[in-house]
């Protein structure tokens, strides 16, 4: 008798796969032990082994396919079977098109094309060539195309880009699924496309194109910008060539408002201080390459900000209005600050904040530092030791390290510090895992990965996700003390202020010491005061004695 296998969740936090690969195909015999397939989840690519022998009857999904947990996988019997009735009865989803793009990251789950609309009776999931925009992170809901790497016409094999996507956290590469050549692209650069919306279209020359746009048209979702015309297969032509740079005039502005550059070209503009939006682009639409700023003469440019190379991103100098007029200018709103504004706002509203804070003496911390960076190699930072000291801390109150499920808490057992970096942008959160166990050098190393990979806009979702604290360190600019809004799922977040000379009582004599102010702001519904209480006296205890974190 055929026996159905369902997805099953193979990690603490599943409730969806996506078929990487099918080893068997339909009609292979099964053995039990046989990996069946290699599932994608949220966080690994895993076999899936048969615990029977037979015959492969039936696939829940193609290679690419997304399903729930619980979904119809698979039916394993004998040869010859009639599985019509569990098919229908297994009542399993659509299966998510084949093509759909995954990001290039190695470490990164790759992302669940969703499910097309079904208009006029023609379930588009089901058509090999439509790709659909696929969420590229856990909080994304709609892409903005960054760059065609293809062109309505080219060739595409499986594994080329197809194209760049901006998300709310980082720019990534999408590779296509099949081989065919790229009929329609769904917007044009600079454009945004909601997640599930019409992304490209990729197949024979002689694909009936136009029914699948006027389909989704009459009964999609489709909420992206008006899709790119629809061009039949033909040569490229080549874009005209943007003016060359030596020929723009001094200061010349030549990008208003959004500037599309490569992840690259901005990295290196960033190197050398230049701004983009006096360097014309000779890629497509305009967009900005490598070459282009390269080339590009900076005695032309209006000269760099002088803090172009902090850490910080740093704020465009304000035009000057007229005397006498009013001015102002509108800038778009990213991905990521669209993403922020929500989370955030979820946050403080949805999450009851209260704040504690203490003062906590670093003059053993200084100390402590000096010498280590003296004897090792690695240059220590106190954010560093923030962070290594919250680790310890944590796991001496798990309370803290918790999050809100609704009709239950996560109390969590291992220590996934979030660490805030500031970017062009907003504002991104990479994760150092297992804290408690690395240390001062490793987390040392961890954070400058982190910050340099974020500036460059080479995260991967892997990076910034499974925080179970978060810090957010903003005293080397200068801020004595501020209160942070809770970075979800976490329960809590802390705010690190700088340090300054402070007078304080020292056996019985008012003498100058070095005071770090810090914040912890708290999900009431999970930490109370005297709970987030003890664990800032820990913390403090930790700091003013670091020989103590390192037992």
């Not at 409730?15 to 397939?37: C, M, P, R, S, Y």
């Not at 209260?354 to 911390?365: E, R, V």
């Not at 090792?376 to 918790?402: M, Y």
Request: glycine residues 8%; charged residues 20%; negative net charge.
């Amino acid at each position: 008798m055929a026996e159905l296998i369902r997805m099953p969740r193979l990690s603490d936090t599943m409730t969806e796969g996506v078929i990487a690969t099918w080893n068997k195909n339909v009609g292979d015999t099964v053995k039990k032990g046989d990996v069946l397939a290699e599932i994608e989840t949220d966080k690994a690519t895993m076999e899936l082994e048969s615990y029977q022998n037979g015959v492969l009857l039936h696939i829940g999904a193609p290679v690419g396919g997304k399903l729930q947990v619980d979904d119809l996988l698979a039916i394993i019997g004998t040869a010859g079977e009639d599985v019509t009735a569990l098919i229908a009865g297994a009542a399993a989803p659509t299966p998510v098109a084949s093509a759909a793009p995954t990001a290039t990251a190695p470490a990164t789950p790759a992302p669940a094309a969703p499910t097309a609309p079904v208009a006029s009776g023609v379930d588009y999931s089901k058509m090999d060539e439509v790709v659909l925009m696929p969420r590229l992170s856990d909080t994304m809901t709609e892409g903005v195309i960054a760059a065609w790497t293809k062109e309505v016409g080219d060739t595409v094999k499986k594994g080329d880009i197809l194209a760049e996507i901006e998300t709310d956290k980082a720019t990534m590469e999408l590779e296509s699924y099949k081989d065919g050549i790229l009929l329609h692209q769904g917007a044009k650069a600079g454009e945004k496309i909601q997640v599930n919306d019409l992304l490209a279209i990729i197949g024979k020359a002689d694909f009936d194109i136009q029914a699948v746009i006027n389909g989704l048209k009459n009964g999609g979702s489709s909420s992206a910008a008006a899709p790119a015309e629809v061009v039949a297969p033909q040569a490229n032509t080549p874009a005209p060539a943007a003016p060359s740079p030596a020929a723009a005039p001094a200061a010349a502005v030549v990008n208003e408002g959004r500037i599309f550059a490569s992840p690259l070209a901005k990295k290196i503009a960033a190197e050398k201080g230049i701004d983009l939006k006096y360097v014309p682009g000779t890629g497509d639409n305009g967009r900005i390459v490598r070459t282009d700023v390269e080339n590009f003469v900076p005695a032309v440019a209006a000269p760099a900000p002088a803090a172009a190379a902090a850490p910080a991103p740093v704020a465009k100098a304000p035009v000057a209005a007229p005397a006498g007029q009013e001015s102002f200018e509108l800038v778009q709103v990213t991905q990521m600050r669209k993403t922020i504004a929500r989370r955030l706002s979820e946050s403080l509203f949805t999450a009851p904040h209260f704040y504690l804070t203490m003062k906590i003496n670093m003059d053993a911390a200084i100390e402590a530092r000096a010498l280590i960076n003296e004897l090792g190699g690695a240059k220590i930072s106190f954010n560093d030791l923030v962070v290594k000291a919250t680790a310890v801390a944590l796991t001496q109150h798990p309370a803290v390290n918790s999050s809100w499920l609704g009709d239950t808490i996560r109390i969590n057992h291992h220590v996934n510090i979030g660490v805030a970096v500031a970017v062009e942008d907003g504002l991104l959160v990479p994760v150092v895992r297992h804290a408690n166990t690395k240390s001062l050098s490793t987390i040392n190393a961890e954070v400058k990965d982190f910050a340099g990979r974020a500036k460059a806009k080479k995260l991967q979702p892997s990076d910034w996700e499974g925080s179970t604290f978060t810090i957010s360190n903003l005293g080397m600019f200068g801020i004595d003390s501020f209160t942070a809004i809770i970075n979800p799922p976490d329960a809590c977040i802390l705010a690190v202020g700088g340090i300054s000379q402070e007078p304080i009582v020292k056996n019985g004599a008012v003498v100058p010491g070095n005071v770090m102010n810090v914040t912890l702001s708290c999900d009431h519904r999970v930490v109370d005061g005297a709970t987030g209480a003890a664990f800032l006296q820990t913390l403090k205890g930790l700091l003013e004695e670091p020989l103590r974190m390192l037992l």
